[in-house]
């Protein structure tokens, strides 16, 4: 059946997109969206959630190894990870633990 421009329009009203709600962390002062842990300090409501220092040095561990593994030098492949991770690290989605 024919619906009218008014009838599209009137129900995509409801359509329109919200800005996320970011908050400021008490602990650090960094940016974090609401109902997240802080990226920067693994912390939520002043609770430490994410051992953050841990979960870098894992992170460059697994580098190393998978540079190793590729056959190349560590040291060059995590300076061109460094530079990939800063372009990501706006559009990474928080993952909360309760
Ligand atoms: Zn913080």
């Known amino acids: 059946m024919r619906h009218t421009k008014g009838h599209?329009?009137?129900?995509r009203s409801h359509h329109a997109l919200t800005a996320p709600r970011i908050s400021s962390c008490p602990d650090c002062g960094a940016s974090h969206l609401r109902h997240r842990v802080c990226e920067t300090c693994g912390?939520?409501?002043g609770k430490q959630v994410v051992d953050v220092v841990?979960?870098?040095e894992k992170k460059n561990t697994r580098l190393k190894d998978k540079a190793r593994k590729m056959g190349i030098d560590p040291g060059e492949a995590k300076e061109?990870?460094?530079k990939k991770e800063k372009k990501e690290t706006p559009k990474k989605k928080t993952?909360?633990?309760k």
């Open 43 to 45: 912390k939520y409501r």
């Open 80 to 82: 061109k990870e460094e």
């Open 54 to 56: 841990a979960k870098i």
């Open 8 to 11: 599209t329009r009137n129900r």
């Open 95 to 97: 993952t909360t633990k």
